[in-house]
């Protein structure tokens, strides 16, 4: 089945610093790839996302690119602030049938000034 | 646009008793989900719906969870009775069906604190 490998953390950063999380997937398919993050206290919500080869997703400042190679979803932002400490989760859904999104495990990122 | 609504924001409740967890999906949003978080197992699938219909409740711990939709904008997560290991933030979720999608839209969930 369809499976989201997501580095262990927490990962403490100072602000300023350069940020990567890793993600790979099995799929059978070809997904959609997907970061959500999660703020104290509320749900989840969606960061970005890349539906096919080479796509690039981005917001906020944060990138990742859908390498299907490799199969990685790597999460990038090249100066993180103290407001990006959260829980960042990657996902895929599968496209073959009915829309199934399955989580990693999520990554804790602390930022500290 | 209002999102995803969950009632109540915080139950406590204790060993026994029957919890009932609320969900109103965004309008037109034909996909619904039930989740699980909790600091040891982390995001768990319990249950999703399409059209109102159950797809896949593999995820359902056991037979005191069950999960209802009856229409297109209400759904609800019933444990009974609740166990302390019950407790757990809830989350409710909708998307919009079709290819190439799987956005899930959140709630702020539902806090379960089970004495």
């Known amino acids: 089945g369809d499976s989201v490998t997501q580095m262990e953390g927490p990962v403490t950063l100072s602000e300023e610093a350069f940020l990567t999380i890793n993600c790979t997937y099995t799929?059978?398919?070809?997904?959609?790839l997907f970061w959500y993050v999660q703020y104290p206290g509320e749900g989840l919500q969606l960061l970005l996302k890349?539906?096919?080869?080479?796509d690039k997703g981005s917001n906020k400042g944060f990138e990742a690119t859908y390498r299907k190679e490799t199969t990685s979803f790597h999460l990038e932002k090249g100066s993180v602030q103290v407001s990006d400490s959260a829980v960042y989760f990657c996902?895929?859904?599968?496209?073959?049938?009915?829309?199934?999104?399955?989580f990693g495990t999520g990554t804790k990122l602390q930022v500290i000034p | 646009d209002a999102g995803v609504i969950q009632s109540p924001r915080h139950e406590v409740t204790e060993m026994g008793q029957e919890v009932t967890l609320r969900c109103k999906p965004i309008s037109g949003h034909d996909y619904l989900f039930w989740y699980r978080q909790t600091m040891m197992r982390g995001l768990e699938l319990l249950i999703y719906?399409?059209?109102?219909?159950?797809?896949?409740d593999s995820g359902m711990p056991e037979d005191r969870f069950s999960a209802k939709m009856p229409n297109a904008s209400f759904s609800t997560l019933k444990i009974q009775p609740s166990e302390p290991r019950d407790s757990a933030v809830y989350f409710c979720?909708?998307?919009?069906?079709?290819?190439?999608?799987?956005?899930?839209?959140f709630g702020e969930g539902s806090r379960l604190t089970v004495l």
């Open positions: 719906f399409n059209n109102n219909v159950p797809i896949d």
């Open positions: 996902a895929l859904s599968d496209l073959g049938g009915y829309q199934k999104v399955t």
């Open positions: 799929a059978t398919g070809y997904p959609s």
């Open positions: 890349a539906t096919k080869a080479d």
């Open positions: 979720a909708s998307s919009r069906g079709g290819q190439g999608n799987g956005e899930l839209f």
